[in-house]
């Protein structure tokens, strides 16, 4: 790939940023305002970077292809569609509306909700921040299928494995190579086999998927690496 996958990590962090920032508005509703823009503009440019840093790998074109067909199907994914371009063109807003209440410590909190504009007239009826909640996790279990489905183009920790380097008519010097490491660098005698060698290149040169504490946190699962 041209592009490292870093930039759609960025993206949902991002986008998971704004989130907790409307989250901790309390009753500063020009703040909750400013972060919902953000966050939906950042949301909604997390499919885009996908598209941007994928598009040139096997299969995704058909891969991706399934899930806007899922995202045109779900009326909240429609709203945040929709609401983008109003937000981007118009300028207007329809967060408009909050109501205080005590949780169950009797401290006082904020819901704010959507009211409909004249440009916008079907809006969800739930609270902002639990809409937002929804959209943020359906789009992350769209990046989470992502990391598995291509995970020997996503995650370095599977690009660097065997079988991997073997699919592509390579070998381990070659893995070696591309790091910057002489070729033969882990080759440090029979007693520490090829495996081992894998192993120790993943070990020391590889992150892995950056996003794992938010899909164990919103999905409760994780994308495991090769190892473990």
């Known amino acids: 790939m041209s592009r490292s996958m870093s930039i759609v990590e960025h993206k949902v962090q ?3 940023f704004f989130l907790e920032r409307i989250a901790n508005s309390d009753f500063d509703i020009f703040a909750a305002q400013c972060y919902f823009d953000a966050f939906v503009s950042s949301a909604r440019s997390i499919t885009f970077s996908m598209q941007s840093v994928i598009s040139e790998v096997s299969g995704f074109a058909n891969w991706y292809e399934d899930k806007q067909a899922m995202l045109k199907e779900d009326s909240i994914s429609r709203f945040f569609n929709k609401y983008r371009t109003l937000s981007t063109h118009i300028g207007d807003t329809v967060l408009r509306s909050g109501e205080a209440s005590k949780d169950g410590s009797g401290s006082r909190m904020m819901k704010y909700y959507f009211l409909p504009i004249q440009d916008l007239a079907d809006v969800p009826e739930q609270d902002v921040l639990s809409v937002c909640m929804l959209y943020f996790k359906k789009l992350l279990g769209i990046v989470f299928d992502l990391f598995i489905t291509f995970r020997c183009q ?3 920790r599977w690009y660097y494995t065997e079988e991997n380097f073997v699919s592509m008519g390579k070998t381990i010097e070659d893995a070696e190579e591309e790091l910057g490491f002489t070729r033969g660098w882990t080759n440090v005698g029979a ?3 090829e495996s081992e060698r894998w192993a120790a290149l993943r070990r ?3 992150v892995g998927c950056q ?3 938010l899909f164990l946190r919103y999905l409760g699962k994780q994308v495991a690496g090769p190892d473990f």
């Open 14 to 16: 991002q986008a998971h």
């Open 204 to 206: 020391t040169q590889t």
């Open 154 to 156: 996503l995650d370095d």
């Open 211 to 213: 996003l794992n504490d």
């Open 191 to 193: 007693a520490y086999p």
